[in-house]
C-alpha cells in the first residue's frame, strides 16, 4: 500500500500543479487587460487634458471675436454698398507670453525696461499711423 499511497499522492500534486498553473494562467490574463485598461485611460485623460486647455481657451476666443466684430458697428449700410473697398474687422495679433507674471500685469511697469520701451514705440507708431490716416495691418 505504500506504493499506492505514493502514486496517489503523486497523482494529487500533480492535479495541484495543474490547478496553480491554470491560476497563474488566469492571473497573468488578468494583468495584460488591467494594463490595457490602464493605458486606455491614460488615453482618455490625455484627451481630457487637451479639451480643458480648449476650453479653457474658449472664452478668450469669443471675446477676441466679439472685440474684432464690434469694429463694424461703426459702418452703415451705405458703407457697404458705396464703398468700392468692403469695411472689414479690427485684425487681432497673438502673442505668447512666457512669464505668467507679465501675462497677469495689469499695467507694463512691472515689466523690463526693454519691453516697456518696445511697447511704448509700437503704442506711438500705431497713434502716428492712424493720425496720418494709415490703417494698422496684421
Known amino acids: 500500500m505504500d506504493g499506492t499511497n505514493i502514486r496517489l499522492s503523486k497523482i494529487q500534486k500533480e492535479r495541484e500543479l ?12 488578468l494583468k495584460h487587460r488591467l494594463e490595457s485598461i ?9 484627451g481630457t487634458e487637451a479639451v480643458k486647455i480648449v476650453l479653457s481657451n474658449w472664452n478668450d476666443v469669443k471675446r477676441v471675436i466679439s472685440m474684432a466684430t464690434l469694429s463694424l458697428a461703426n459702418y452703415s449700410d ?17 502673442v505668447l507670453i512666457e512669464n ?5 500685469a495689469g499695467d ?29 495691418t496684421t
Open 108 to 136: 507694463n511697469s512691472d515689466l523690463p525696461k526693454e519691453i516697456q520701451k518696445d511697447n511704448d514705440d509700437d503704442d506711438n507708431n500705431n497713434n502716428s499711423n492712424r493720425m496720418n490716416g494709415e490703417e494698422e
Open 18 to 29: 495543474m490547478a496553480l498553473q491554470q491560476v497563474s494562467y488566469s492571473v497573468e490574463q
Open 100 to 104: 505668467e507674471e507679465i501675462a497677469t
Open 78 to 94: 451705405e458703407d457697404y454698398r458705396n464703398s468700392g473697398k468692403l469695411p472689414l474687422t479690427e485684425g487681432a495679433v497673438r
Open 38 to 46: 490602464v493605458d486606455r485611460f491614460e488615453k482618455i485623460n490625455e
